[in-house]
């Protein structure tokens, strides 16, 4: 009997010890897949910022062209004679006039 429990030690033992060695590959196999991903998550958002980047400078070079143009619209308006202002008033000056003769 007690050779038999010997042996059923040393099994344990060597199964204890064979599942510690697999153990420690898969944890090397496993780190190395982390670090691989790692650096390909890193060159990844590398590009993304980069892109991001590039894009937010061309949308900041549309919205100077763009407020450019509203410079210029606001430039002519403000160059333009005030003749549809005048006349807006002229009009309500004349509708206001004949109900104040008419009291």
Not at 89 to 97: D, F, G, T, V
Request: hydrophobic share 40%.
């Amino acid at each position: 009997m007690a050779e038999f429990q010997k042996r059923i030690e040393e099994a344990m033992k060597n199964a204890q010890s064979k599942a510690a060695s697999r153990a420690r590959e898969f944890e090397a196999e496993a780190r190395k897949v982390l670090e691989t991903l790692g650096d390909r998550v890193q060159a990844e958002l590398k590009t993304l910022l980069h892109k991001g980047q590039a894009t937010s400078r061309e949308q900041m070079g549309i919205l100077g062209v763009e407020l450019e143009k509203l410079g210029k619209k606001l430039q002519q308006l403000a160059a333009t004679p005030k003749a549809p202002e005048a006349a807006h008033a002229a009009a309500e000056n004349a509708a206001q006039a004949p109900s104040e003769s008419v009291q």
